[in-house]
């Protein structure tokens, strides 16, 4: 099994910054994309941001030049930036990995248990 555990959320005012962070462990043989999605209460399961196995990044348009994501390749981590938060930013943020396990060869996308951000006016 796979798990991914994130850490890094919290309260902050709008203008601030959050930094989260999702490490990946378990039955692990290959990791993919890895990334960010965040579900406001009543809205939908959105994503992020993402990043590739080669580095590339990719973000929604609502936080593009806000938030920025990288990733440790040894250390199965993905990481979040979060700069300029605002209210519309709150909600809670699920990392995601595209990973390839022991034994079954294939691949699936595991999900973090979710970190609340909440951003205060």
């Known amino acids: 099994q796979v798990e991914l555990v994130e850490t890094g959320g919290g309260l902050v005012q709008g203008g601030g910054s959050l930094r989260l962070s999702c490490a990946a462990s378990?039955?692990?043989?290959?990791?993919?994309?890895m990334g960010w999605y965040r579900q406001a209460p009543g809205n939908e399961r959105v994503l992020v941001a993402r990043?590739?196995?080669?580095?590339?990044?990719n973000y929604a348009d609502s936080v593009k030049g806000r938030f920025t994501g990288s990733r440790d390749n040894a250390r199965n981590m993905v990481f979040l930036q979060m700069n300029s938060l605002s209210p519309e930013d709150t909600a809670v943020y699920f990392c995601?990995?595209?990973?390839?396990?022991?034994?079954?060869?294939?691949?699936?996308?595991?999900w973090g248990q979710g970190t609340q951000v909440t951003v205060s006016s």
């Open positions: 995601y990995a595209l990973v390839q396990s022991y034994g079954t060869g294939g691949w699936r996308q595991y």
């Open positions: 378990g039955n692990i043989r290959s990791v993919n994309t």
């Open positions: 990043v590739t196995g080669d580095g590339t990044t």
